[in-house]
């Protein structure tokens, strides 16, 4: 039996990833071989924190109030127009930050068309359009990690 050979960069790169996503497990499949790095996360200790009286200050502009992205039910995870999250990261609804989103409620989509943006590892996977269809609903922010599986949006 061959050991299995492997890249300790590759490891450490999925551990910084663990750390700053907050994730607890990733885990990689490639061929033959097979990489999951966990971590256990300490239990919360109770802690009280007095804040501060908040300062008044002049309100930063803000550029468009986004519409909250509603929390992903249940229904939502089983609908049959779910887009999952093929890969752990941290998706992006636009190209670029400032950019307009690739797809918005009530837009439709033709099969193949990206969707959004998921970094994992430095690089930036598109997510397209299983289906074409009409977007009711983005269970996802810009910016926010996202596991495998995980409901991204839905199509119908």
Do not use: C
Request: charged share 20%; aromatic share 4%.
């Amino acid at each position: 039996m061959t050991p299995i050979k492997f890249d300790p960069e590759a490891i450490r790169e999925l551990a910084r990833i663990l750390r700053e996503t907050d994730l607890t497990e990733i885990e990689l499949v490639e061929k033959d071989s097979r990489v999951r790095v966990a971590r256990v996360m300490p239990a919360p200790a109770a802690v009280t924190v007095a804040a501060p009286a908040p300062a008044a200050a002049a309100p930063a502009p803000a550029a468009a109030p986004a519409a909250p992205t509603p929390a992903p039910s249940d229904a939502d995870a089983t609908h049959p127009g779910m887009v999952p999250s093929p890969m752990v990261g941290v998706a992006y609804l636009s190209p670029e930050p400032g950019a307009p989103p690739y797809v918005t409620v009530g837009a439709r989509v033709a099969q193949g068309q990206t969707l959004l943006l998921i970094e994992a590892m430095k690089t930036f996977n598109q997510i397209k359009a299983p289906r074409a269809g009409t977007v009711t609903k983005i269970l996802v922010e810009s910016g926010a990690p996202v596991e495998y599986g995980e409901p991204l949006l839905i199509i119908e």
